[in-house]
């Protein structure tokens, strides 16, 4: 018997250790997940350092007029275009636009490059990133009880092992006995409901929601937590119609009505093309509804990062979606400068076509100073948690001047688990040179490509002269000589997969 209690014993105690275990919360750290918000104050002013924001104050004030043309509605089918070097903060100033807009406002960020896909057009996937962009406020009007457990009876009958029970509700005004039923009685033991709690109950869907403790109870409690919370006792009748606002994007809306298990496919992500008879249906039930008053449109933000990965098609479609009625506020960003048009021969700025360029706001940012790129490494530092000493803070600035920003900060991890192993408190100088050996910068790969050069495949820099001789020179092909031709790239990732063929990362199933 004694072996078996501890037996018991043990199990129960490793029960409780596994649910620790998952109720842990695992948290990531991305490149920008130091940005809060833009960092401005009131008068939209730019501070030097807040909320993960660091330099760029002309690139953050200009941000910030936007953002408040924005929350005041008065800005929508515009564009706003961030151009500048590498390393210069133009997606950590769109992600902190995304943190001060709210979770209200629909944000959708992509990159250029994702509207090529083969289980779509590319016009499809821009409709379907446009559409995710725009919200729509739906009001509605809800039938709720509330009011104050004054006593609650729940009997099992013996025999059958049926629930039956009673709840007894009060307001300032007036007291009501209601009956309760399995259902009922399932979810007040779940929110474990007792007298004195403030309660709502949604007569439609019959969910219960626990608001507090009444004040009248709060001298019967002599310990109470942190998190308890007394509310006043409602006032009035205990049924009160309540308006309930949800904010859903128009894709949300197209997948859900598009097929019949559109709900599901909304999170499975096997979303397809959606027709435009759907879309223009769901657009006159938006207009009727904005028209009785019971809906409003919510122009969100759609951030193309690496804008001029799109092609002349892409770029035409923009110039004539900006100016439908229902456009979100569009944010393009690129390092590109004067380079070519992807799907034509000729050059543009940015990569973009002028026509499209003379319809966006044009925002420059500007490389980091020496002081700010220091504390963007000491603010990356507290983000990931790492120690570091003041002489190895500075040869990380000196690095990221000479290298790059993102060599920088890629080095402060590395360099943590270095100092680790040596059991150091901190990461110090010899800790920086160590991986700043190991990992080398794109210039010395660079040097290092250019030396060794003849020692690896395809080398084609200073070839000697006799190769030259033997493989005749290609000449250059006439547009009227080129033949286009189609053909399926098939990877030896998929060579053994009769059924499915892995192109550029994706892999596409045939279905049945």
Not at 97 to 126: N, Q, Y
Not at 388 to 394: C, G, L, S
Not at 415 to 429: F, G, P, Q
Not at 488 to 512: C, F, H, M, N, Q
Request: proline share 3%; aromatic share 4%.
């Amino acid at each position: 018997e004694y072996m078996g209690i501890n037996a018991c014993m043990a199990s129960g105690i490793n029960t409780k250790v596994e649910e620790v275990k998952d109720l842990t919360r695992m948290e990531r750290l991305g490149a920008h997940s130091h940005i809060r918000g833009l960092g401005l104050d009131d008068s939209l002013e730019p501070r030097p350092m807040s909320q993960g924001m660091v330099g760029q104050l002309e690139a953050r004030r200009a941000a910030g007029i936007i953002l408040q043309m924005i929350k005041e509605g008065k800005i929508a089918g515009r564009a706003i275009l961030m151009g500048g070097q590498p390393g210069t903060g133009k997606t950590a100033i769109a992600m902190g636009m995304a943190k001060a807009l709210g979770e209200d406002v629909p944000f959708t960020m992509m990159a250029g490059s994702e509207i090529f896909s083969l289980e779509m057009s590319k016009t499809e996937a821009l409709v379907q990133a446009f559409r995710k962009s725009i919200g729509v406020r739906i009001k509605e009007e809800a039938e709720i009880i509330e009011g104050e457990v004054v006593e609650i009876e729940i009997d099992k009958s013996v025999a059958t092992g049926q629930k039956t029970g009673k709840i007894t509700l009060k307001t300032t005004e007036m007291e009501t006995v209601y009956d309760l039923g399995n259902k009922m009685i399932d979810a007040i033991q779940k929110e474990k409901i007792m007298a004195g709690d403030i309660i709502t109950i949604d007569k439609a869907s019959g969910k219960i929601s626990k608001l507090g403790k009444s004040f009248a109870r709060s001298s019967d409690y002599d310990a109470m937590g942190a998190q308890t919370r007394f509310v006043q006792c409602p006032e009035g009748e205990l049924q009160k119609r309540k308006e309930v606002v949800h904010t859903v994007t128009l894709h949300e809306i197209d997948v859900i009505n598009s097929r019949a298990q559109g709900f599901i496919a909304l999170f499975a992500g096997d979303i397809g093309e959606i027709k435009p008879e759907v879309r223009e249906q769901i657009d006159q039930k938006v207009a009727e509804w904005r028209e009785e008053g019971r809906a409003e449109i919510v122009p969100g933000v759609l951030f193309i990062d690496e804008v001029h990965m799109l092609d002349i098609e892409c770029f035409s479609y923009l110039n004539r979606a900006l100016e439908s009625e229902q456009a979100p506020i569009v944010i393009m960003a690129t390092n590109r400068g004067i380079t070519k048009i992807r799907g034509t021969n000729y050059k543009g700025p940015h990569g973009l076509p002028l026509d499209l360029l003379d319809r966006l706001l044009i925002i420059t940012t500007k490389p980091y100073s020496e002081k700010e790129t220091g504390q963007i490494i000491q603010t990356r530092c507290q983000e990931e948690d790492v120690e570091m000493t003041e002489a190895a803070a500075n040869l990380l600035t000196k690095i990221a001047m000479e290298t790059s920003l993102r060599y920088a900060i890629h080095l402060i991890t590395t360099a943590s688990l270095v100092s680790r192993k040596r059991k150091a408190s901190a990461v110090d100088v010899e800790d920086i040179r160590r991986v700043y050996s190991l990992f080398v910068d794109i210039k010395r790969s660079t040097q290092f490509l250019l030396e060794y050069q003849k020692e690896f495949l395809f080398s084609e820099i200073d070839a000697p002269e006799e190769i030259h001789e033997k493989v005749p020179a290609v000449p250059e092909a006439k547009m009227t000589d080129t033949q286009l031709i189609t053909c399926l790239l098939y990877t030896s990732d998929a060579a053994d997969e009769r059924s499915s063929v892995d192109l550029g990362g994706r892999r596409i199933i045939k279905k049945k």
